[in-house]
């Protein structure tokens, strides 16, 4: 059995690549993930996951960002234009680290390319005594309908930052948010419970990556999460 951790310390790696046209840079592209210090075998897979999803954004980059980027400095250097060059980077957050959770959130930004700014989030919140993702569900009470619940929490946010004039919101809002809403969007923090939606899903581009909050110690909230047994059960009821 593996022993439950109480602090799950991480270290982080960095790529950084250049891709150049006539020996002219057009596209950077950066990474830092995490890596584990931690010589055991769930720090070893923890940081073989990332390793992989840095690998992946660096393809991503230099298959689909790249022949824009190209086309960009072609057309400039044609209408004799100054030089684009494009960014692109691969960053995390850690969030919440302790009993035995290791929770954060990756994120991806391109700029400079066709198109608007565009942001990208993944949420991951990893179980250090099994060394796995732990689903949204195990942190629910068994039979908690947490789906309705956090879309309720949502509605009720958005429509109170659209009273007060604090945040922007498609008109069509609450058929976006059922339809968007994805149970792998979460992380955890001090505070509670984050979920969050794709950047322009639920609002315009202002917004960025628009984040609720379920506040620590809410009525079927598990924090910790569920035990195993526990999970099963929760996830079957939604």
């Known amino acids: ?39 055991d075998r769930i720090a070893r897979r923890i940081r073989r996951y990332y390793r992989l999803q840095g690998r992946a954004f660096l393809r991503y980059c230099e298959h689909q960002l790249l022949p824009y980027a190209k086309s960009a400095y072609r057309a400039a250097l044609a209408a004799s234009a100054p ?34 700014l ?24 068994p039979r908690r309908p947490w789906r309705r619940q956090l879309l309720a929490l949502a509605g009720d946010e958005i429509r109170r930052q ?12 609450r058929r976006r948010l059922r339809r ?8 955890l923090t001090p505070e509670g419970l984050a979920f969050f939606f794709p950047m322009y899903a639920i609002a315009p581009a202002v917004e960025r990556v628009p984040v609720f909050l379920l506040p620590r110690g809410t009525e079927g ?9 526990e999970t099963q059960k929760n996830a079957a009821a939604e």
Do not use: K
């Open 118 to 141: 565009l942001v990208r989030r993944w949420g991951d919140t990893w179980d250090l005594r099994s060394g796995y993702p732990l689903p949204l569900g195990s942190f629910f009470a």
């Open 180 to 187: 968007t809403f994805n149970a792998r969007n979460f992380y």
């Open 83 to 116: 030089l684009p060059c494009f960014r692109a980077e691969l960053t995390c957050r850690v969030t919440y680290s302790e009993n035995g959770l290791f929770s954060l959130y990756t994120q991806s930004r391109e700029t400079g390319l066709p198109g608007q």
């Open 1 to 39: 059995m593996i022993e439950r951790r109480e602090d799950f310390y991480a270290q982080h790696f960095t790529i950084r690549r250049e891709w150049t046209e006539d020996g002219i840079p057009v596209l950077t592209a950066s990474v830092e993930l995490p890596a584990p210090e931690d010589p």
């Open 221 to 229: 909230l598990l924090f910790p999460p569920a035990a195993p047994q």
């Open 162 to 173: 659209s009273r007060s004039g604090t945040a922007q919101y498609h008109e069509d809002w």
